[in-house]
């Protein structure tokens, strides 16, 4: 089993890629984005963290929740349409129900 600060520094990579991406794509606009650290939930299968820009300017949309779980620190995305008990019921259901998060060779994160 991993720890909270491990399933943190793993989902810090992945908006770190983020921060990059949209960074790049639009240089006229800072983004920073980071986890809400009091919005982060712990369950018995791993965590559900919460990320946004913290810059105004450049406040995200379509962001889902992110589950990380405890076992394997696989990140599975949210889908945003539904309400976050409805992810967790469907991610308990039939985890392959929501997007597996993979970071490849090329460090370029992308879904299942």
Not at 51 to 78: A, H, T, V
Request: aromatic share 14%.
């Amino acid at each position: 089993m991993y720890t909270i600060e491990q399933a943190k520094s793993k989902v810090n990579e992945y908006i770190e890629f983020l921060n990059l991406m949209y960074n790049e794509t639009f240089p006229d606009i800072e983004f920073d984005v980071k986890i809400i650290e009091n919005q982060t939930k712990e369950y018995d299968f791993g965590w559900v963290f919460f990320y946004q820009s913290l810059n105004e300017e450049s406040r995200l949309g379509g962001n889902g929740p992110l589950i990380i779980e405890k076992d394997s620190l696989d990140i599975y995305e949210m889908m945003t349409a539904i309400s976050v008990e409805e992810n967790i019921k469907l991610y308990l259901e039939d985890k392959n129900k929501l997007g597996l998060l993979k970071k490849p060779d090329s460090g370029i994160w992308d879904s299942d």
